[in-house]
C-alpha cells in the first residue's frame, strides 16, 4: 500500500482559489492514472479530475471544467495537484487523492486521507 499525504484544503470564499497537493515517498513503476475525488455530505464520491501518468489524457467532471486543473511533477515519481479556481459553495467536500497502479501482477488503488474544502460567505 502507498500512502499518500494530502495537503491544501481550507475555508475560502466563493470565488477564491484553492491548490490541493498529494504526495508519496516511495517509487511505484507502472503507474496508470492520478486523480481526485470529493464526498459531499449525503452524496456518493465522485471523481473531479484525472491525469494518466503520461500526462496525454486528462478528464474532469462536466461541473468543474473551466475551473480545476489537474497537474502533475514530472520530476518526482507521485507527485500531483489540484488547482481549483472560481470556487463556488457547492464545490465543498472532502477531497480526496487517489493513485491507481499495477504492483505484484495487480492493480491497486489507494487514497489520501482526504482534505475538507469549504466554500463559503
Known amino acids: 500500500q502507498v500512502q499518500l499525504v494530502e495537503s491544501g484544503g481550507g475555508l475560502v470564499q466563493p470565488g477564491g482559489s484553492l491548490r490541493l497537493s498529494c504526495a508519496a515517498s516511495?517509487?511505484?513503476?507502472?503507474?496508470?492514472?492520478m486523480g481526485w475525488y470529493r464526498q459531499a455530505p449525503g452524496k456518493e464520491r465522485e471523481l473531479v479530475a484525472v491525469?494518466?501518468?503520461?500526462?496525454?489524457?486528462?478528464?474532469y467532471v462536466d461541473s468543474v471544467k473551466g475551473r480545476f486543473t489537474i497537474s502533475r511533477d514530472n520530476a518526482k515519481n507521485i507527485a500531483f495537484y489540484l488547482q481549483m479556481n472560481n470556487l463556488k459553495v457547492e464545490d465543498t467536500a472532502v477531497y480526496y487523492c487517489?493513485?491507481?497502479?499495477?504492483?505484484?501482477?495487480?492493480?491497486?488503488?489507494?487514497w489520501g486521507q482526504g482534505t475538507q474544502v469549504t466554500v463559503s460567505s
Open positions: 487517489n493513485l491507481r497502479y499495477s504492483r505484484f501482477g495487480s492493480t491497486w488503488d489507494d
Open positions: 516511495v517509487k511505484i513503476v507502472n503507474i496508470y492514472a
Open positions: 491525469i494518466t501518468n503520461s500526462g496525454n489524457i486528462v478528464n
